[in-house]
């Protein structure tokens, strides 16, 4: 594997596409959850704050069979680490 890139689903120019993307991914493995956990209007207004503050998002879930999934995003500039942003990718 070289780089990050085969582990960066997509790339936003604006937060609030950032947002709706986590939306979708949590929309993905709702129906998994055995229990409701945080409200996802919650976590995205939550999610909304964060990454318009440059703070990473991620969110854990604990999936039947004892899976875990993550789904996240990250800041890049980040609020907290002044590394450059590792790459850059065309928009799809």
């Known amino acids: 594997m070289k780089g990050p890139g085969p582990r960066v689903a997509a ?3 604006e937060v609030w596409l950032a947002v709706v993307w986590l939306a979708g991914a ?3 493995i709702r129906a998994e959850l055995p229990l ?3 409200l996802l209007e919650e976590r995205l207004e939550a999610a909304l ?3 318009s503050r440059g ?3 991620r969110w854990g879930e604990w999936l039947p069979d004892g899976r875990f ?6 800041c890049c500039p ?4 002044p590394h450059p942003c590792p ?3 065309p928009a799809r």
């Not at 980040?78 to 680490?81: G, K, M, P």
């Open 26 to 28: 949590y929309g993905r």
């Open 49 to 51: 704050d964060l990454l």
């Open 78 to 81: 980040n609020r907290h680490l």
């Open 36 to 38: 409701p956990g945080v």
């Open 11 to 13: 790339t936003f120019e």
């Open 87 to 89: 790459m850059r990718r």
């Open 69 to 74: 999934v993550t789904i996240g995003v990250a």
């Open 55 to 57: 703070v990473d998002v």
